[in-house]
T-cell receptor
Framework: GEDVEQSLFLSVREGDSSVINCTYT??????LYWYKQEPGAGLQLLTY?????DMKQDQRLTVLLNKKDKHLSLRIADTQTGDSAIYFC??????????FGPGTRLSVLP | GAGVSQSPSNKVTEKGKDVELRCDPI?????LYWYRQSLGQGLEFLIY??????PDKSGLPSDRFSAERTGGSVSTLTIQRTQQEDSAVYLC???WGGGRGRLKEQFFGPGTRLTVL
């Protein structure tokens, strides 16, 4: 079946850029998502990208998609302590069924 | 406006007891999902409701798990004869319906943390 993988932990210094990586197996994925989960809260959609796009930028967030390698990344510029959270990568072929990765816990050090 | 709410926020139960977890989706959302989040694991899909269609139960891990959605709104996830491995955070999400192939953002509730002793 489909699988989504992420590294589990990432630590960066405040002000640096963070890059969170994700790989997926389903080549027919149409939508790829990044969700953020703050402590004690549910997941919140951060951004998404269609599979026919290579890049999407939204303020401090940059999403890069390498469809050939099935690799998705999320770059957060000028990382702040408020960015500390768990970031989930997810993919969907039909916008109805979703497969989530295990989440990357981002720790931002002062 | 009101988001997705879940109750209780925390539930501690003894092995073998039944539990019910509740989800109130955003008004007007026709799609509702249940996921399970275990420590260090991704979200495990459990069940999906869409309008009046038969639910997709393909993710339910055993016949001890069941869910219903009354009146196309509130949903209840029931776990019978709970086991310690059922301990996890149970997340509910809702979204606008619509056809396949359309982007649908899921709005998540804060989850219910279930601990089975």
């Amino acid at each position: 079946g489909e699988d989504v993988e992420q590294s589990l932990f990432l630590s960066v210094r405040e002000g640096d850029s963070s890059v969170i990586n994700c790989t997926y197996t389903d080549s027919s994925s149409t939508y790829l998502y990044w969700y953020k989960q703050e402590p004690g809260a549910g997941l919140q959609l951060l951004t998404y990208i269609f599979s026919n796009m290579d890049m999407k930028q939204d303020q401090r967030l940059t999403v890069l998609l390498n469809k050939k390698d099935k690799h998705l990344s999320l770059r957060i510029a000028d990382t702040q302590t408020g960015d500390s959270a768990i970031y989930f990568c997810a993919e969907s072929m039909d916008g109805q069924n979703f497969v989530f990765g295990p989440g990357t816990r981002l720790s931002v050090l002062p | 406006g009101a988001g997705v709410s879940q109750s209780p926020s925390n539930k501690v139960t003894e092995k073998g007891k039944d539990v019910e977890l509740r989800c109130d989706p955003i008004s007007g959302h026709t799609a509702l999902y249940w996921y399970r989040q275990s420590l260090g694991q991704g979200l495990e899909f459990l069940i999906y409701f869409q309008g009046n269609s038969a639910p997709d139960k393909s993710g339910l891990p055993s016949d001890r798990f069941s869910a219903e959605r009354t009146g196309g709104s509130v949903s209840t996830l029931t776990i019978q004869r709970t086991q310690q491995e059922d301990s996890a955070v149970y997340l509910c999400a809702s979204s606008w319906g619509g056809g396949r192939g359309r982007l649908k953002e899921q709005f998540f509730g804060p989850g219910t943390r279930l601990t089975v002793l």
